[in-house]
């Protein structure tokens, strides 16, 4: 069984940083894309980033191109979000997500992901 845990988020001024980190259980961490993706109050999801299994290809939203980094730690089972230069516009609940087995990993449709964390929430406000 797989199970996601985001951690890291929390109220920011705009300009800020963050980190966030997602802790995969399970045994097939290494083999698989993961990636992150938002949702804004009364939003459809959208998907931030993704990454690939050995962390050699990585893949973001033209809205975060540039100030956002993801990378993972295969050693820890962990995948970050590092998002600098934050704006109002980035306060959503972040959610991490494993890509299907087989599927591309700059997959970016909800459908092309499997397991979900709960979320954590980002609130980028003055």
């Known amino acids: 069984q797989v199970q996601l845990a985001e951690s890291g988020g929390g109220l920011v001024q705009p300009g800020g940083s963050l980190r966030l980190s997602c802790a995969y259980s399970?045994?097939?961490?290494?083999?698989?894309?993961m990636g992150w993706f938002r949702r804004a109050p009364g939003k459809e999801p959208e998907w931030v980033s993704s990454?690939?299994?050995?962390?050699?290809?990585?893949y973001y939203a033209d809205s975060v191109k540039g100030r956002f980094t993801i990378s993972r730690d295969n050693a820890k089972n962990t995948v970050y979000l590092q998002m600098n230069r934050l704006k109002p516009d980035d306060t959503a609940l972040y959610f991490c997500?494993?890509?299907?087995?087989?599927?591309?990993?700059?997959?970016?449709?909800?459908?092309?992901?499997?397991?979900w964390g709960q979320g954590t929430q980002v609130t980028v406000s003055s």
């Open positions: 399970g045994r097939t961490f290494s083999d698989v894309a």
């Open positions: 997500a494993r890509v299907r087995p087989g599927y591309p990993s700059g997959s970016r449709r909800t459908s092309e992901y499997d397991y």
């Open positions: 990454i690939s299994w050995t962390g050699g290809l990585t």
